[in-house]
Each structure stands twice: as C-alpha cells, then as structure tokens.
C-alpha cells in the first residue's frame, strides 16, 4: 500500500501545477475512497462546488442533508440563499447543522442568488454560503470561485429538480455532485435503517468520476461506508474532467 503522506504530497504537487487553489484547508469527509478521489484529501474549503439532487423530492431531500453534512463540520455562521424560503430548517439538524447557525436569504430568481452569494463570500469567516439555483453561466461561476477563494470560505451550489439528463453547462466549479437516495439495509425487524445514498462525484479537477454507496450523514455530518457492502465504487461514464 502507497504511503498516504506521499499521495497527498502528490496530489498538492499535482493540484499546483493545475491551478487549483491550495491556499486554504480541505474538508475531509472521513470515508478515504472519497478523500482519495479529492485534491488535498478533502473538499476545498475556498472554492465553488456544486451539488444536485433530480426531479424526485428524495433525491433533492438527500442533496440538501447532504449540504448541510458538509456545513455542520465548518465553523461560522452559514448563508443559505433561496428563491423563497421552502426549506424545513429543523431537519438541518439531523446532520449537525443546528438551525441557529444559519441564515436564510429569500432572493427571489437566479440572479439574486448569485448576487446575494458573491456578496457573502467577501465575508471570511463564514461557515459557508449555499445557493439554490436553476442556471449559472461561466462567467458567474467564476465570479463565485473568485469569491470563494479570496475569502476561504466554502461556496456551494445547489442545483434543486436537476434533471439527471440534461446537458451539463461547463463551470468554474471545483467539483461536481450529485446525490440519489439509495435503498436502505433490510434489519428484518419492523424498523428503520440508517438511510442511504449513492453519491456521484461527476466532475472533478484532474481526477475521474466516481460513483459509491454511503450511508447517510449522522449527526456530526459525518458520512460512513456501509458495512455489509464494502467499498462498492465505480467509475461513472464519461472522460476525465478538465
């Protein structure tokens, strides 16, 4: 087995080299075949990333526990732009996004939210700003990574009904997702399984699209691999991401 040291040492080299921003921490999400896939072994803290669920409520439900899994392990206050405020709040906290650390803003279309995302973003400190939108063009995108990456603080997009086969516009985005709600293990007893997901990473900057089974974010936002399946990856379709 490779020394994990000289693989991260690799992937910092090789993200350099890129382009890709190595100025600010990684968020690991724990669970290594997901770190391994990710540059620095972690999600970039100042960057733009994007996650989508599709036109099934359960898929576009685990997206946003999804999101809000990754925001419960950052500290500060956290921005969550919207068209209108549809969001059941109390059930961020079911992954460890306490509803106290978080701020709604009901921006009302597309361009509000990406308005009322750069300006958040000048903020260091934050926690993080999410916003739900439809469509973002390029020029946007890179807005946001500037922003982003100034500030060190996480951006997120969340792609909300995203149609699964509708041709993906290129963004400045450092990574790609997209979550489905995936069968839970059967305990044979009248009661419910820890849920789970299949999360896709569909783009990531010099690296392949990968597919795993997880079981949903815990309390602590931390996700797991489930235990009677292993590591049950594969690599999605597609060529590697630019």
């Given at each position: 087995?490779?020394?994990p040291?000289?693989l991260?040492?690799?992937?910092?080299?090789?993200?350099?080299?890129?382009g890709?921003?190595t100025?600010?921490?990684?968020?690991p999400?724990?669970?290594?075949?997901?770190?391994?896939?990710?540059?620095?072994?972690?999600?970039g803290?100042?960057?733009?990333?994007?996650?989508?669920?599709?036109?099934?409520?359960?898929?576009?439900?685990?997206a946003t526990?999804?999101?809000?899994?990754?925001?419960?392990?950052t500290e500060?206050?956290?921005?969550w732009?919207m068209?209108w405020?549809?969001?059941?709040?109390?059930?961020?906290?079911l992954?460890?996004?306490?509803?106290?650390?978080v701020?709604?803003?009901?921006?009302?279309?597309?361009?509000?939210v990406?308005?009322?995302?750069?300006?958040?973003l000048?903020?260091?400190?934050?926690?993080g700003?999410v916003?739900?939108?439809?469509?973002?063009?390029?020029?946007?995108?890179?807005?946001?990574?500037?922003?982003?990456?100034e500030?060190g603080v996480p951006?997120?997009?969340?792609?909300?009904?995203?149609n699964?086969?509708a041709?993906?516009?290129?963004t400045?985005?450092?990574?790609?997702?997209?979550?489905?709600?995936?069968?839970?293990e059967s305990?044979?007893i009248?009661a419910l399984?820890?849920?789970?997901?299949?999360?896709a990473?569909e783009?990531?900057?010099?690296?392949?699209?990968?597919?795993?089974?997880v079981?949903?974010?815990?309390?602590?936002?931390?996700l797991a691999?489930p235990?009677d399946?292993?590591?049950?990856?594969?690599?999605?379709?597609?060529?590697?991401?630019?």
């Amino acid at each position: 087995m490779p020394d994990p040291a000289i693989l991260n040492d690799l992937r910092a080299r090789i993200a350099q080299v890129e382009g890709i921003s190595t100025r600010h921490p990684v968020l690991p999400f724990g669970v290594d075949p997901i770190d391994q896939r990710l540059p620095g072994g972690g999600l970039g803290t100042g960057a733009l990333h994007e996650v989508s669920g599709s036109r099934e409520l359960a898929d576009d439900a685990a997206a946003t526990v999804f999101l809000a899994g990754i925001l419960a392990r950052t500290e500060g206050t956290v921005f969550w732009v919207m068209h209108w405020r549809d969001l059941f709040a109390p059930a961020l906290h079911l992954a460890g996004l306490h509803p106290d650390r978080v701020i709604f803003v009901e921006a009302g279309n597309d361009t509000n939210v990406l308005i009322a995302m750069e300006e958040c973003l000048r903020h260091p400190g934050l926690g993080g700003v999410v916003g739900e939108i439809k469509k973002m063009t390029l020029t946007a995108s890179r807005r946001l990574q500037l922003a982003a990456e100034e500030s060190g603080v996480p951006a997120l997009v969340f792609r909300r009904s995203s149609n699964p086969d509708a041709q993906t516009v290129g963004t400045a985005a450092m990574t790609r997702w997209r979550i489905r709600a995936a069968p839970s293990e059967s305990l044979g007893i009248p009661a419910l399984a820890r849920p789970r997901w299949q999360v896709a990473l569909e783009r990531v900057r010099g690296g392949e699209p990968q597919s795993w089974i997880v079981e949903a974010s815990d309390a602590q936002g931390r996700l797991a691999l489930p235990s009677d399946l292993g590591d049950r990856s594969y690599s999605a379709p597609g060529r590697k991401a630019a």
